[in-house]
C-alpha cells in the first residue's frame, strides 16, 4: 500500500437535506490516497449522495469538502454512463482521452483483457449485457490511470469471479497511489476496503 503523510479528500461538517428530510449531518472524514474507502450502509441511506459530494458531482447544504487535484478523477456510475454511439473500445477509453493523457495502449489492451472484455471490442454498449457494460465502465477509469476513483456499486451486476477481477484491479490503482472511494454494500466490497464509513440514521 502506498504511504501517504497527508489526506487526499478532507471532509468538514458536512450536511445534506433535500428539503425538510436530513440525509446526515455533522460529517468528518479523511480519506488518504493510496487506500480504498468503502461507504456501507442500507438501501436509501444517502452513500451515493456522499460519493457524490465527495466527488464534487454535487454540493453539501452544509460543511465543505477540500479535495485539491480532483479534477484529474474518473466516475463508475450504477447506469454505467457509457456513450452509445462509441464502441466498448472507445468508450474504456474515453476519460483518458478527455482528460489529455497518452494513452498506453498495450497497458490499456492488457486491462481490457484482464477484466474479460477481450474479443468485445467493437461492440456498441447495446450489444452488451448489463455486466459487460460494467465492467467497460471499470475499464475506463483504470485506463485513464486518474488520481481520484469514484465508483457506485462497480460490481452490483457481475458475478463472484468478475467481481473479485474487478476488486482486485481498483485495489491494485489505490496501491498505485490513487484516491478509491467505492459504494458497497456486498461483503466482496466490504472486504476490499481500508476504511468504511457506515452512512445511515442521518449521520
Not at 479523511?30 to 474507502?37: E, T, Y
Not at 460519493?51 to 474518473?74: C, E, F, I, K
Request: hydrophobic share 45%; proline share 4%; net charge positive.
Amino acid at each position: 500500500m502506498s504511504a501517504a503523510s497527508s489526506p487526499s479528500i478532507i471532509a468538514e461538517n458536512l450536511g445534506m437535506r433535500y428539503g425538510t428530510t436530513t440525509v446526515f449531518e455533522g460529517l468528518n472524514l479523511k480519506v488518504l490516497p493510496g487506500r480504498i474507502l468503502v461507504l456501507a450502509g442500507p438501501s436509501g441511506a444517502g452513500k451515493t449522495t456522499l460519493l457524490n459530494l465527495l466527488s464534487g458531482l454535487d454540493s453539501a447544504t452544509a460543511g465543505r469538502v477540500n479535495a485539491p487535484g480532483r479534477t484529474q478523477r474518473g466516475f463508475v456510475f450504477q447506469d454505467y454512463n457509457l456513450l452509445e454511439s462509441l464502441s466498448a473500445w472507445d468508450n474504456a477509453l474515453l476519460s483518458g482521452r478527455l482528460l489529455g493523457k497518452r494513452v498506453n495502449k498495450a497497458a490499456a489492451r492488457a486491462t481490457f483483457a484482464e477484466l474479460g472484455l477481450d474479443g468485445l471490442e467493437r461492440r456498441l454498449p447495446h450489444e452488451l449485457s448489463g455486466g459487460q457494460q460494467q465492467r467497460v465502465a471499470v475499464a475506463r477509469v483504470l485506463i485513464a490511470r486518474v488520481p481520484f476513483i469514484f465508483a457506485d456499486e462497480p460490481t452490483g451486476a457481475l458475478d463472484a469471479r468478475s467481481a473479485d477481477i474487478v476488486l482486485r484491479n481498483l485495489r491494485g490503482a489505490a496501491d498505485r497511489g490513487a484516491t478509491v472511494v467505492l459504494v458497497s454494500h456486498s461483503p466482496e466490497g466490504l472486504s476490499c476496503a481500508d476504511d468504511i464509513v457506515e452512512i445511515g440514521g442521518g449521520r
